[in-house]
């Protein structure tokens, strides 16, 4: 074998994001659950649970759901995944909770930011592992 693996198609990489994806909500709902409980702020819970979460989805996306650009440094892609998520999912899901908790509740906000986040964290994710956002 070559070691050249071949490339995913946009509908595989759709569904493994996907699954990462689930398995990163668990995680960052669960930090957030756990975190409020122990009386943190709401969203200085959103920060620490996302934190966590955030470097398993680097990795398991990195490693499973897209092809890495290895033209791009591992610290260079982290940063660029780490910048765009904390720009679309800390940024909507912060902002649903200062804008909706008190409407709501916290968790309807938190899970209505997840929601919306996780359209926009697709193409970020693209963007910041293989260096493109279509194709």
């Known amino acids: 074998m070559n070691g050249v693996q071949p490339r995913r198609s946009t509908g595989s990489k759709i569904v493994r994001f996907a699954l990462v994806g689930l398995a990163n909500t668990a995680i960052d709902l669960a930090g957030f659950f756990l975190l409020l409980k122990l009386h943190a702020p709401p969203l200085s819970a959103n920060v620490i649970s996302w934190s966590i979460a955030v470097v398993f989805s680097f990795v398991a996306n990195g490693f499973w759901s897209f092809e890495r650009n290895h033209a791009i440094r591992l610290h260079d892609a982290f940063l660029r995944f780490v910048s765009a998520g ?50």
């Open 86 to 135: 904390a720009l679309i999912s800390l940024g909507v899901s912060s902002l649903s909770i200062a804008l909706f908790a008190g409407i709501g509740g916290v968790w309807p906000a938190k899970i209505g930011g997840v929601i919306v986040a996780a359209v926009l964290n697709f193409l970020a994710s693209r963007w910041s592992i293989e260096g493109r956002l279509l194709k």
